[in-house]
């Protein structure tokens, strides 16, 4: 087809209407700007991409312990630097996430029609917590069997024992290596196309103009 | 390593120390980010 080809009016091809959607409400100065406003440039948004930063860590060293399997990363000692490397990246992961929701509350990131980007990384956050304990529950060893017997009364508390059940090794290690997984990662990269797409919210406060 | 941690235990508070301790650290942090000036590069024209 060639490129040049004039487009009509209102096309009937999905693919046309698509592209004019995509071009209307994220075009490519917006998804990668040359330039941003001098309040992007605050350690609030350090923080976040230091979350990011972490979760490539984290699905990285995830997918070698998933490849080569729990007698290595507790047995042979690259498995226990695995093991460790996937544990300090999410702890990393967390502490960062948290002080970057830290500043977007303080600092009100939903205003101005920000609701659903503060809204999707408040899920973000839930999930991730999900993630957290299903992996305590893979581990395969003694600590995982505690949680887990333990866990199973919390989860029956809850009136959800008949849908997660933490005995299930199966069922929480492909929660925690698939569905969950994919859940955060494609929640983040929704986030960060909606920032993308709406800028990140002004300083309450612009200039300082309003201080008394 | 395998030996059971200390814990802070102050009124109906009970958290263990390392716990504790990751919490200090992010308020420290994020009370330097409060006060550290971020550094500028680019133009003068409100924009970077």
Avoid: C
Avoid at chain 1, 126 to 149: C, E, K, M, V
């Amino acid at each position: 087809m060639d490129a040049a080809e004039p487009i009509p009016e209102s096309p009937s091809s999905w693919t046309v209407r698509t592209r004019r959607a995509i071009d209307r409400h994220l075009p490519m100065d917006h998804l990668l700007p040359v330039r941003q406003p001098y309040y992007v440039g605050s350690w609030v948004y350090v923080f976040g991409v230091i979350t990011i930063a972490a979760l490539v860590w984290v699905v990285v060293s995830g997918v070698v312990l998933a490849f080569m399997g729990p007698q290595w990363w507790h047995d042979s000692s690259v498995g226990r630097f695995f093991n460790s490397l996937h544990f300090w990246s999410v702890q990393l992961f967390f502490i960062f996430m948290v002080l970057h929701l830290w500043g977007q509350y303080f600092m009100a990131g939903w205003r101005h029609g920000r609701a659903a980007t503060w809204a999707i990384g408040v899920v973000i956050f839930g999930i991730s917590i999900l993630t957290a304990f299903t992996g305590y529950l893979s581990q395969q060893n003694f600590d995982s069997q505690f949680i887990a017997i333990n866990a199973k009364d919390a989860m029956n508390g809850a009136g959800v024992g008949a849908f997660f059940n933490v005995l299930n090794f199966g069922q929480m290690y492909g929660l925690h290596i698939v569905l969950l997984p994919i859940g955060v990662t494609f929640l983040v990269v929704v986030h960060i196309v909606m920032v993308r797409a709406r800028g990140v919210v002004k300083p309450i406060d612009p200039e300082g103009g309003a201080r008394s | 390593m395998d030996s059971p941690t200390t814990y802070f235990h102050w009124g109906f508070i009970l958290i263990s120390v390392p716990n504790l301790l990751v919490i200090a650290g992010m308020i420290v942090l994020f009370a330097i980010a409060l006060v550290a000036p971020f550094p500028h590069g680019g133009d003068s024209d409100g924009r970077r």
